[in-house]
């Protein structure tokens, strides 16, 4: 085969690039989503821990490397806060992870359609009809 038998039209490199930045994205997203949905159930625990300290109980927060001594009720209220936020970016993760999948399958469809031959391409064979 030639090189010219191999080149793929500019259109179609478009449309496959355009996939393949949209798998990219589909990926990030659900490696962040995974990354806080880990960190998610983490809060959880501790939150479930905590409560059942009594309030009068030393209880520390991680600062880094380093803990920090704090007050059950202060860290209940962070753990909380915590705990809305991920919910909240998670809601947000999976709303985008919808949308791009639904923009994987148009652009899947997109690509189908242009390899099956519409007329109007530039260099692009259409079927002979049976």
């Known amino acids: 085969m030639s090189a010219g038998e191999q080149q793929i039209p500019p ?9 393949q930045q949209l798998q990219q994205n ?8 995974q990354h806080l949905e ?13 409560l059942k300290a009594n309030d009068d109980d030393t209880v520390y927060k991680s600062a880094g490397s ?18 809305e936020l991920a ?7 999976s709303k985008q992870e919808i949308r ?8 899947e469809a997109k690509i189908r359609e242009m390899l099956r031959g519409p ?4 260099g692009q064979k259409t079927d002979t009809p049976k």
């Open 100 to 107: 791009i999948k639904e923009n994987l399958k148009e652009a």
């Open 38 to 50: 880990s960190e998610h159930l983490e809060t959880e625990r501790a939150l479930e821990v905590l």
């Open 119 to 122: 007329t109007g391409q530039p």
């Open 87 to 93: 919910n909240t970016r998670l809601t947000v993760l």
């Open 26 to 33: 589909l990926q990030s997203i659900m490696m962040q989503k």
């Open 66 to 83: 380093i803990l920090v001594k704090s007050t059950k009720p202060v860290l209940v209220l962070e753990l909380q806060e915590k705990k």
């Open 11 to 19: 259109w179609l490199q478009e449309q496959v690039g355009r996939l």
